[in-house]
Nanobody, 127 residues
Framework: QEQLVESGGGLVQAGGSLRLSCAAS????????MAWFRQAPGKEREFVAS???????????YYADSVKGRFTLSKDNAKNTVYLQMSSLKPEDTALYYC?????????????????WGQGTQVTVSS
């Protein structure tokens, strides 16, 4: 069974940067799409970004409008790890960030398509 472990969260001032990592272990060959979601207190879990991990679309990415131009998602196949580079952070980016994996290939897939989830890493942006 695949497992996902996030790291890299922390406290940063507005305008700063953080890089989140998601290391996958286990049956990683089954994951064709990896993504990040986030959940702020009292709010629904929302999509942040996704990346294709297989086939001719490998490396293609998709971003939520709220992070486009500020966040960059990348992957290192040799390490089975995806990275979320976050720049120009805003207080509204404060949330628990989750890594997720799907056996599907649609980058815009809804949350319920992701069957494997990490425990989350907290990102707090102070104003």
């Amino acid at each position: 069974q695949e497992q996902l472990v996030e790291s890299g969260g922390g406290l940063v001032q507005a305008g700063g940067s953080l890089r989140l990592s998601c290391a996958a272990s286990g049956r990683t060959f089954s994951s064709k799409t990896m993504a990040w979601f986030r959940q702020a207190p009292g709010k629904e879990r929302e999509f942040v970004a996704s990346i294709s991990c297989s086939g001719w679309t490998s490396g293609m990415t998709y971003y939520a409008d709220s992070v486009k131009g500020r966040f960059t998602l990348s992957k290192d196949n040799a390490k089975n790890t995806v990275y979320l580079q976050m720049s120009s952070l805003k207080p509204e980016d404060t949330a628990l960030y989750y890594c997720a994996a799907s056996s599907g290939t649609v980058l815009t897939a809804p949350r319920y398509d992701y069957t494997t989830w990490g425990q989350g890493t907290q990102v707090t942006v102070s104003s």
